[in-house]
């Protein structure tokens, strides 16, 4: 059996006349299922028509209108998203690229060490070579 | 040695210094020459504790070689002028140095404190004095000139750090040279810098820059030195803590014998490492180009050219 799902919407909204009205109403008494569907849609529109109306604040309307964009603004767009395609590229490069090698305690002791002997007079007395940090 | 003469001939306040002065400059002139391998202690007091190390020494005609006996792994030969880095790998730097003029205000005025017995031997023993106050004490060995114990000690006149030598062999040692094959060019001696020529007493005596661009000043005030280092990427020193002086923020790490000081400015990685007491390096960093952040751009910059 086919429920006339659609001929029940039409129904409420009174756009049913003639012979379609009467196959309607004929299926109705005949089919439990589609007359439980008819009282529910009777019942949600009730339902729905008894809500209170609220009025829109002022300026509300006028704020909400519609703005006309210029094409124009596509070439805006382009240009900062390839602006930002170069940023992303130069964080990765800088991400990605090695930094320079870091200078080590050790190597910075040893230059000093080294230097140190060469003053006069005083090199075994001043001259710390290892790389002794907390040891 | 001639420096060290000149400085304290030049300011002889108080009768006898000067004949001090002379005794003091002959007996190391009489060391730089001497032959001889020994074991050094050195042992600091510094804010962050003790700081220990056992040093080998070994010299012959002039030619100093070190190695430390806890690392090994880094030998440093100096001599005639010029210095050498040497690893297992090879030659790590090494450099020539063109010594400037005597400085015209020399600093130390030179005490004699009299004779002494160090290590079963004769030693005689001198008090340096900067600016009215005592900053460190020299033995030296009477027969061979080498300084045997130097301790540097703080404003307050507490012992700071002491270098002490626990043997002395007399013998002319064999010094074994390591394979002179570079990995890399050695740093050049370099004319010009922003760097000040004089800061709290020190002179800049000479200056080199290496092939990765680090620059290594250094300074000394006749007695104490320190180097500073400007770095195109930062000195890494992870075991350094934060302190906080009137010139600004740092990190800092205690060595035997040396404190390191790292900064950041906006153009690049700093350091100071010296044999300084603290009070001496607050004052020269002070004078130094002041810790500032680069900002994330310039890091940026730098780790891309550097």
């Known amino acids: 059996m086919i429920h006339p799902t659609e001929q029940i919407s039409a129904y409420l909204d009174g756009e049913l006349h003639g012979s379609e009205l009467g196959q309607l109403m004929d299926h109705l008494s005949r089919c439990g299922k589609c007359s439980v569907e008819l009282e529910q849609m009777q019942f949600v529109r009730s339902a729905v028509r008894s809500l209170p109306v609220l009025e829109l604040p002022e300026g509300l309307i006028s704020q909400a209108d519609p703005v006309v964009v210029p094409l124009r603004r596509h070439k805006a767009m382009w240009a900062g998203v390839a602006a930002a395609v170069v940023v992303a590229a130069v964080a990765l490069a800088a991400i990605v690229t090695p930094p320079p090698d870091e200078v080590s305690l050790q190597q910075l002791n040893s230059l000093i060490g080294a230097r140190s002997t060469l003053d006069p007079a005083f090199g075994p007395a001043k001259v710390s070579i290892s790389p002794l940090v907390g040891e | ?306």
């Open chain 2, 1 to 306: 040695m001639r420096r060290l003469v000149s400085l304290v001939a030049v300011l002889v306040v108080v009768p006898g210094t000067a004949a001090f002065a002379a005794e003091l400059d002959e007996l190391l002139e009489q060391g730089q020459e001497a032959s001889y391998s020994a074991e050094q202690v050195i042992s600091c007091a510094t804010p962050d504790g003790m700081r220990d190390a056992l040093v080998r020494i070994e010299q012959v005609g002039g030619e100093l070689q070190l190695t430390s006996s806890v690392s090994g792994d880094v030998e440093v030969t100096a001599g005639a002028g010029g210095w050498t880095i040497t690893s297992d790998e090879g030659l790590l730097a090494q450099a020539t140095v063109e010594r400037g003029d005597p400085a015209d205000d020399e600093l130390y005025v030179v005490e004699e404190e009299g004779a002494v017995e160090y290590l079963g031997r004769v030693a005689m023993a001198y008090l340096l004095v900067r600016d009215g106050e005592p900053r460190a004490e020299l033995t030296i060995d009477d027969e061979t000139g080498v300084v045997v114990e130097a301790v540097t000690l703080t404003l307050d006149t507490e012992v700071y750090c002491e270098r002490r030598f626990v043997s002395l062999d007399t013998e002319t040692p064999e010094i074994d040279k390591k394979s002179g094959d570079g990995v890399g060019d050695p740093p050049t001696p370099v004319e010009t810098s922003s760097l000040p020529e004089s800061v709290s007493g020190f002179e800049l005596l000479d200056q080199y820059e290496d092939e990765s661009g680090v620059r290594f000043a250094y300074y000394s005030d006749g007695f104490f030195s320190f180097a500073l280092f400007e770095t195109p990427s930062a000195v890494a020193v992870p075991e350094a803590t934060p302190v906080e002086l009137e010139s600004g923020d740092y990190l800092r790490v205690f060595t035997a014998g040396q404190v390191t000081y790292v900064w950041e400015t906006r153009d690049s990685g700093m350091a100071l490492v010296g044999d300084l007491p603290p009070d001496l390096h607050q004052a020269v960093l002070a004078e130094m180009p002041r810790p500032e952040d680069p900002g994330l751009f310039r890091r940026w910059w730098r780790a891309l050219f550097g």
